[in-house]
């Protein structure tokens, strides 16, 4: 992680359209940063003094950094899929300044040691990287951790992702501990007695194809259960990851009328592509949660646009070549996603379904900041870290995984064109990344 | 991915009336006990990754009365067991110089995977739920030597439709001929997703509606583990779905009853029915032979 104390000099950004949902601005301003941080936002031409560098981001959006609540960095013990360096370097490359790293690790993040760990310089992170930690040993869904501890050591959520925790018991107490420290809990909602077998969304496609199917119910069922349970805390923080279902949204938005502290994730793969899209057995297009109908993509849109959606989160999930391109049924889920999510996000969000910039930017930003309270980030009110990401939201481009930071290249968007790019993300002050 | 090698079977799904048709008449021509050595220095791999009896012998005799040589690899007793991937199976098979390779295997769409990787054709001999279209071939080829043409035959396909590759292909088959699919099973094994696969199919709870005025029965194999893994009964399955004597009596007089096999008697299908003048259980296998050639015939460029 980049030091927040270091002197990186002063950066002037003139002229951008500078887009800070949290701070409710919309307007051409320039930005100073100063020693990691924001030292002002004006009016165009009114920042005097002396400054050691100038970026010209006339035509360009100037945000904050982006933050994505859930990556698979794949560190420690599976660096041949993925490295904390590699993948933050991707995270770089796709605008995220601050990226939320998955525990499901080899071993499982489950102890201050490797919360830790993975925030050593050795790493080579090139963006900031906030360990969530498993919420029991092991992710076995038996006992709990330490989450003191592990909040201590610098984790921002606990789960068990990839593991749901199924156990109500063990969930329930889940819940009711983190809430006394505050702590957001992630769910990854699947009940998996009933999706045994299952490799993709129960659907024409998967019967046509002779592929089991979940349904959307092992997700809502799951769902609906979780937002009652945190229901019952005063202060339980329920995290919805990668929601991909119509009615898990009703549970999520029963939730948050009632007053649960609710907050749901959607990922740039469920808002763009059904399951239509695997075709012939694309296992670029296996994921978990599964591709699912074109009703339930329809269902996402409609809550990215109204607020339900606290986030978008990439759920980039880098594999070796050999773990995905065999049978559909063998190959693991996931794809990676963090090069491709802003510009899926004005493609899809903005372009085709007029979602406006500022929301988009909203939730890679300001919301998911407030999931996990990544304080003085996703804004650039004066005093917040000197994270912002620029991009041309005009810029048409075409992704080539063959050039993906990533070390995998497990993407169904190869060669997509897509609209809206990255030109510089700058982490602490520095810039992390600058597009050629 | 590709489509696989010209030649390649890999379902019916996505061929067209035309190539179907094709592969019956060349299988019309080919009489497997008048040897005739087209495929003469042809190697044909079969690579069977799971058991099957009819399917293969049918592949290596229909290979051998051509004249190819054939060689079985197992997934049992090779590297396949010590964790090789199919691919790379597939790369060493190749290497060993197989010219067409027969693949079975558990798992829908390993067929195509390979196909997409190789230059030499692949064909399907039953993948997962899939596709399984030698049979639905074969089955076409028996009917209609006993019925003029599949267009406007009614046809009724009895049994758990969800787990049947057989199904699967036949569906696509005949209704791309224009016949008259009714499918009948119990919503576990026949959901109402099902419709999809082709236009105009239509489902029902009823065996006796099923069957009425038919051309044609195909039975499924029904499995013992499937059925305990449902809500249904052994006893209220074979009360509801079995086929029996009574239940042909409300097809038409002279409506095939056909089955991909094995059998198992006393469930799916009653005795008197399998072994009934109407049964054509026995030349299906029989008839795999000739259709099994023309494929590879086909598939390897011999067919003129
Ligand atoms: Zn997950």
Redesign the interface.
Known sequence: MTSDKSKTGSLLIKGGNLIDPAAKIDAVMDLLLRDGHVAEVALPNKIRGGVDANFDARGLVVAPGFIDLHVHLREPGQSYKETIATGTAAAAAGGFTSVCCMPNTSPVVDSQEWVAWIQQPQRGAVVNVFPVAAATQASKGAVLTDFRGLQRAGAVAVSDDGKPILNETIMRETLRLAAEINLPVIQHAEDTRLTENCSMNESTTSFRLGLRGMTTAAEATVVDRDVQLAQQFTGARLHVAHLSTADALKAVRRGKRGKARVTCEITPHHFTLTDADIGEYNTYCKMNPPLRSAGDREALLVALADGTVDAIATDHAPHATHEKIIEFEKALFGIIGLETALGLAITRLHREHKIPLARIVELLTAGPARVVDLRGRGTLARGSYADVTIFDPKRRWTYEAAKSRSKSRNTPFDGWQLTGKVVATIVGGKIAHRAG | ?SKGARGSLLGI?HLDVKEITGLLQLARRMNPLKPHPLLKGKRVLLLFYEPSTRTRSSFEIAAKSMGAMTTLVLSSGSSIEKGE???DTAYTLRAVGADVMVIR?P????P??MASHLDVPVINAG?????HPSQALLDAYTILRHKKKLNGLQVAILGDI?HS?VA?SAIHLLSKFGAHITLCGPPEFL?E??T??APGLHITRTAEEAVRGVDVIMVLRVQKERLAGTKIRLQDYIARYQMTLARLKLAKRDAMVMHPGPIIRGLEITWEVADCPQSAIVEEVRNGVPVRMAILAKALGKAK
Do not use: I, K, T, V
């Not at chain 2, 798992?107 to 390993?110: I, N």
């Not at chain 2, 993948?127 to 596709?131: A, C, L, N, V």
């Open positions: 991915m799904e991937s199919l691919l295997h798992s829908a769409g390993a195509l995977l993948d997962g739920m899939h596709e969800y590759r699967r959901p997703l099902a999809c696969l």
